[in-house]
T-cell receptor
Framework: GAVVSQHPSRVICKSGTSVKIECRSL??????MFWYRQFPKQSLMLMAT?????????EQGVEKDKFLINHASLTLSTLTVTSAHPEDSSFYIC?????????????????FGPGTRLTVL | KQEVTQIPAALSVPEGENLVLNCSFT??????LQWFRQDPGKGLTSLLL?????REQTSGRLNASLDKSSGRSTLYIAASQPGDSATYLC??????????FGSGTRLQVQP
């Protein structure tokens, strides 16, 4: 099956530093990757949509200069949290969209990474 | 804008009971709907995916249904076990391709 990895799984950093999170599709090509954020006891909220070779599309209220997204290849997207603050502490999850062999809009499936827990001190 | 609601927010049942989790969505133009399981502090495990052309999917003790006209999906868990304890999330996939998640149902199965 399709596998998506994230690295690191857990990171603790000091306030003001930058943190990079990698999301990789291991056995398939992903033209689109999504970044979600989950605060404690809340559901997942979409932060941005990342398309290979183009600029990411950010959701309303998400600062694009703070959350830098790069989707340089069909298997890798990175999220960099710049000048992190304690309120950025959260669980960040990526997903990669794979179109199955039969194709068709209705067959799109997203595969999720295991998540990265960020704690900013 | 798609909105997804899950009821109940929390559920506690004794082991062996059959149970139903409910999910409702506002935009019937849905491509597919997925049910996920999330254990505390962990990522998502995909349970079932129902395409818009389908009405239900089954996997083991799990059965998920989709009624686009009423904007509802249900996840049926048969013969619940303590290992089923987790948060269950439903998510709808509409034209934007990103998933819109419900707030989840926290299930506790008592041994």
């Amino acid at each position: 099956g399709a596998v998506v990895s994230q690295h690191p799984s857990r990171v603790i950093c000091k306030s003001g530093t930058s943190v990079k999170i990698e999301c990789r599709s291991l056995d398939f090509q992903a033209t689109t990757m999504f970044w979600y954020r989950q605060f404690p006891k809340q559901s997942l909220m979409l932060m941005a949509t990342s398309n290979e070779g183009s600029k990411a599309t950010y959701e309303q209220g998400v600062e694009k200069d703070k959350f830098l997204i790069n989707h340089a290849s069909l298997t890798l997207s990175t999220l960099t949290v710049t000048s992190a603050h304690p309120e950025d502490s959260s669980f960040y999850i990526c997903s990669a969209r794979a179109r199955n062999l039969r194709g068709g809009i209705g067959s799109d499936t997203q595969y999720f990474g295991p998540g990265t827990r960020l704690t900013v001190l | 804008k798609q909105e997804v609601t899950q009821i109940p927010a929390a559920l506690s049942v004794p082991e062996g009971e059959n149970l139903v989790l409910n999910c409702s969505f506002t935009d019937s133009a849905i491509y597919n709907l997925q049910w996920f399981r999330q254990d505390p502090g962990k990522g998502l495990t995909s349970l079932l995916l129902i395409q818009s052309s389908q009405r239900e999917q089954t996997s083991g003790r799990l059965n998920a249904s989709l009624d686009k006209s009423s904007g509802r999906s249900t996840l049926y868990i048969a013969a619940s076990q303590p290992g089923d304890s987790a948060t269950y999330l439903c998510a709808g996939n509409t034209g934007r391709r990103a998933l819109t998640f419900g707030s989840g149902t926290r299930l506790q199965v008592q041994p």
